[in-house]
C-alpha cells in the first residue's frame, strides 16, 4: 500500500498532475515542430532549447536584441469564453514585434505556460497559438514550460509569458540616431485592440452589462469575438520594408498609446506631429468609450486606436515604403511628419 493510499501526501493530492503535463507536451509537439528553422539543434522535451548561432559569423557586428511580455488580462476573456487558440498569437506578437523595432530579426522564442489545472488539450490550443504566431514571425519555438499551481490560480485559470532573442547588424540598426527633420510617419494598421488595457475593457463590460456573446451593431462579430482578434504580428513586414527602402525607425504601438510610444524613438531636437484627420479608428473603440465614458485622451493613452505599428522613413521612401506594405496585406498610410522639436510626438486635428 502506497503513502497515498493510507491517506498521506502526494504530489498529485495536492493538485499537480505529473501525467497531465507528459500528456500535453505529446499533444504540443506537432505544433511546436511547424515552427522550427534550420538553426534548430534537437527538439521538443530537453533541458534546454539549442540554436545554432554559427551563421552570424558572416555579419559584421552582430547585435543580439531580447525582449519578454506577456499578453495581461485579455486571458480572463479567453478564460470567461473558453477559447484558448488565439491568445498564444498575442503573446508572440507583443514579444517579436518590440524585437523589430530596432530592426532585429527574431531567431527563437520560449513560453511558459502557468494553469491552476492543467488540462492537456487546453494547454495544447495555448501552445498551438504560441506555434501559429511563431510561423507567422518567421521564429522558432524552441523550449517552454507548462506550470501547474493549484491554489494560486484557479482550476480554470491560466497565464502565459514568452522571451524572444533576435539579431541586427549594428550598420542596420534602427532607432533615433536616424530620424531627422523631413521625415514621414506611417501608420500600420491594428487588428483592434491587440493586447493593451483590456483592465478598462474588462471595467468597462462589467459596468455596462454587456454581453460577451451578443453582436453591438457597431461590430460584424459578437463582442468576445472581437476582443479575442489576435494582436497582428508585424515581424516580417517591418524586416521586407527595412530590406526594401530607408527606414530610419519603428514604434510598436502599445500601452501608452501612439503618442507616448513614438516619441521613445524620437531624438530630442525633433517632433513628430500625427494628424488624427489621416485615419478611422475602428469601431471598437468607440464602443468602448461610449459604453464606458472614457473620454478621448484616455482612449489614446490606453489604446492603439488603429495603429499597432508606425514607421518613420525618408520622405522619398514614404510612396514604396506603403506600395511594399500594401502588398504585404498591411494596410498603411501617411501619419504625419518630423519636424524640428524637443522629442515629443503630438496628435493635431480630428478622426473623419
Known sequence: MTGA????????????????????????????????????????????????????????????????????????????????????????????????????????????VVCGTVVPERVAQIVGGIAEGCVRAGCALIGGETAEHPGHFGPDEFDLAGAATGVVDADRLLG???????????????????????????????????????????????????????????????LALADAVEVHAFAHITGGGLAANLARVLPADVDAVLDRGTWTPPPVFGLLAGHGRVDAAELERVFNQGVGMAAVVSADAADAAIAVLAGRGVATWQLGTVIEGSGQARLVGRHP
Request: aromatic content about 4%.
Open 176 to 238: 533615433p540616431e536616424r530620424v531627422r527633420t523631413g521625415d514621414v510617419v506611417l501608420g500600420l494598421a491594428s487588428s483592434g485592440l491587440h493586447s493593451n488595457g483590456f483592465s478598462l475593457v474588462r471595467q468597462v463590460i462589467e459596468r455596462a452589462g454587456l454581453d460577451l456573446h451578443d453582436q453591438p451593431a457597431e461590430l460584424d462579430q459578437p463582442l468576445g469575438a472581437e476582443l479575442l482578434t489576435p494582436t497582428r504580428i508585424y515581424a516580417a513586414d517591418c
Open 5 to 112: 493510499e493510507r491517506g498521506g501526501s502526494s504530489y498529485a493530492s495536492s493538485g499537480v498532475d505529473i501525467a497531465a503535463g507528459e500528456r500535453a507536451v505529446d499533444l504540443m509537439r506537432a505544433a511546436v515542430e511547424r515552427t522550427a528553422r534550420p538553426e534548430v539543434v534537437g527538439g521538443i522535451g530537453g533541458f534546454a532549447g539549442l540554436f545554432d548561432v554559427s551563421r552570424l559569423a558572416g555579419m559584421r557586428r552582430p547585435l543580439l536584441a531580447t525582449s519578454t511580455d506577456g499578453v495581461g488580462t485579455k486571458v480572463v476573456i479567453a478564460q470567461r469564453l473558453g477559447r484558448y487558440d488565439t491568445i498564444g498569437i498575442d503573446l508572440v506578437g507583443m514579444v517579436v514585434d518590440d524585437l523589430v523595432v530596432c530592426g532585429a530579426e527574431p531567431l527563437f522564442m520560449t513560453d511558459y
